[in-house]
């Protein structure tokens, strides 16, 4: 990674400008216009090479039956057959300094990956560059304040004069001003209503440890990247340390702390929220406890978080996210960007875990009687998404679909080879929604299930009762964290990308066959979506996790 600082740029008046975002009713004009000292950042997206041929290594290195299966790529043998050369990027380099004119007096700072270059600058240059108005926008479900352009529809960018290696190897300019990243919903209205189904029994990590197979399982005391564990964090959240501790002290847990925090963990800051990073911690730091670091984004994209961690050789090879939002909410350019960063790091053993959300079907802020509107980045067919279940009050080792489950099918990415027998078999079965409302040609999810209702955790000094696939999705990674440390105690590589093993699998645990989510039909009503069922559904992918019968597969 190089950087270059007060770097003369004007160019992108030779393209049309690329709009990174489809706003649809997620995003509102709040007639706001932004100072021209504003801060703002665009990103440039170079074309990646070799993609067929990496994702062609992946499902290699990811197939058990291959000789192939496990044999990694490094991070520099995908930089070198991916990343764009050094010679390409000086190319572009110098065809930024040879488009200055008098409005680049400023410092323009600009961030070189061998695949995008990122750029921050003020309002007013941004607007002269682009040829575009940059306005305030507001997003409907968390009031978060962006900028971006004032089109708000894709627009595939042409070059008009730049030279054609540099124009070749330019594949899209978006702003950053993007969907934010969904947390958990914390369940309750101002007035205490719940807005979020609280269903079972309350959970401790000791109740999923004796659920899981994990009861008797120690710290294999490693501290590399293939036996330790991450969680990624948005949005100003974060935690305390003395929460953590506490927890673990409360639930009778060894002393876990977290080991290394990329970022900035600032839980005194103004704006900061706990519920999030601090359910995301006391669970994966106690249901195993093996070596945990924190991922902060600054930046706020999936992508940019998946990208950050790819490049560190010492990352934890386990990294769980629990922060969701409509695959509608993206580009085209954006899902396919973080896409094929996902595939990067499943071909080099990373295994990147997500939340299918915790709306049931629906998207709130769509219209009524609109079609379901599944999560991303779950929907990836490179990512292992997690669904919610809950435990019977009697049985613990009973797991039922949890009603506000989010789950569905793409409408971007089809179905992927691994899953095509598992959805056709599904599509058989009875109670069905209606077909119309989802695309059942589509990548389904989630892949898996864990308890996800209901908890306690500390917060900011206080106990709250939280519900999510926020924490469906930390227990998971736990649990194959577990398994990576093991397997790296007996010499044997990370696990990766995994969803070609679990879904070729005869169980991965627990077969999950009872419960539904819910939808909200044109009266406004609720009613039941998709149901449980034998093998894969669409709720609760191939079921929930029980360490022996994962050991099985991976041991």
């Given amino acids: 990674m190089l950087r270059w600082n007060a770097i003369p740029f004007l160019f992108l008046t030779l393209f049309q400008f690329y709009n990174a975002t489809r706003f649809h009713s997620a995003f509102l004009p709040t007639g706001s216009q932004p100072s021209p000292s504003t801060t703002v950042e665009f990103r440039i997206d170079l074309v990646q090479r070799n993609l067929d041929w990496l994702e062609d290594k992946i499902n290699t290195v990811s197939n058990m039956d291959s000789p192939e299966y496990a044999n990694y790529l490094t991070n520099e043998d995908i930089r070198h057959m991916v990343g764009r050369s050094a010679k390409e990027i000086h190319l572009i380099i110098v065809w930024l300094q040879s488009q200055c004119t008098e409005i680049c007096n400023m410092e323009t700072n600009v961030l070189v990956h061998s695949d995008y270059i990122r750029v921050k600058t003020c309002v007013e240059r941004a607007e002269f560059l682009l040829n575009t108005k940059i306005i305030e926008y507001e997003m409907a479900h968390t009031g978060k304040k962006i900028l971006h352009s004032l089109h708000n529809e894709d627009v595939q960018f042409h070059l008009t004069s730049a030279p054609k290696e540099v124009a070749s190897i330019i594949e899209a300019i978006s702003i950053l001003g993007h969907p934010e990243p969904l947390p958990m919903r914390l369940g309750k209205n101002s007035d205490g209503s719940s807005t979020i189904s609280f269903q079972g029994r309350i959970m401790s990590p000791k109740d999923i440890r004796s659920a899981y197979g994990l009861a008797n399982v120690q710290r294999i005391d490693a501290t590399d990247g293939n036996s330790s564990c991450a969680c990624a964090e948005f949005n100003n959240s974060f935690y305390f340390d003395d929460d953590i501790k506490t927890f673990q002290d409360l639930n009778l847990m060894p002393s876990n702390p977290v080991a290394k925090v990329i970022g900035k963990n600032d839980p005194n800051s103004k704006n900061a929220t706990f519920s999030e990073a601090s359910a995301d911690f006391e669970y994966i730091t106690t249901v195993v406890c093996q070596n945990t670091w924190a991922w902060f984004n600054a930046a706020g994209t999936f992508s940019d978080a998946i990208q950050e961690v790819f490049q560190n050789p010492d990352s934890p090879r386990i990294n769980s996210v629990s922060y969701v939002q409509y695959e509608m909410y993206y580009s085209n350019q954006q899902l396919m960007r973080t896409n094929s960063e996902l595939i990067k790091a499943g071909a080099s053993g990373f295994t990147w875990l997500f939340g299918s959300g915790d709306w049931g079907v629906n998207n709130p802020s769509a219209p009524k009687c609109s079609n379901y509107e599944p999560f991303f980045p779950a929907t990836s067919p490179y990512a292992l998404g997690i669904g919610g ?57 989630p892949d898996m299930a ?12 206080h106990t709250r009762k939280v519900v999510g696939t926020s924490l469906a999705t930390p227990i998971t990674a736990a649990v194959f964290t577990y398994i990576n440390a093991l397997r790296a105690s007996k010499g044997k590589p990370p696990i990766g990308f995994i969803n070609p093993v679990l879904y070729k699998a005869s169980t991965i645990g627990y077969d999950i066959t009872e419960g539904h989510n819910i939808q909200e039909d044109c009266n406004g009503k609720t009613e039941n979506a998709f149901y449980a069922a034998k093998g894969w559904d669409c709720i609760t992918g191939v079921g929930a996790p029980r360490l022996k019968a994962l050991l099985d597969l991976f041991l």
């Fill in 389 to 445: 279940s809950y435990s019977d009050t009697v049985n613990i080792s009973l797991e039922k679909a949890w009603t506000d489950s989010g789950s569905g099918f793409s409408n971007y990415f089809d179905i992927p080879d691994y899953q095509k027998t598992a959805i056709a078999k599904y599509l058989t079965t009875r109670n069905l929604p209606d077909s119309s409302k989802y695309n059942s040609s589509g990548r389904g999810i």
């Fill in 450 to 461: 864990a308890f996800g209702s209901q908890f306690y955790i500390i917060e900011d000094h």
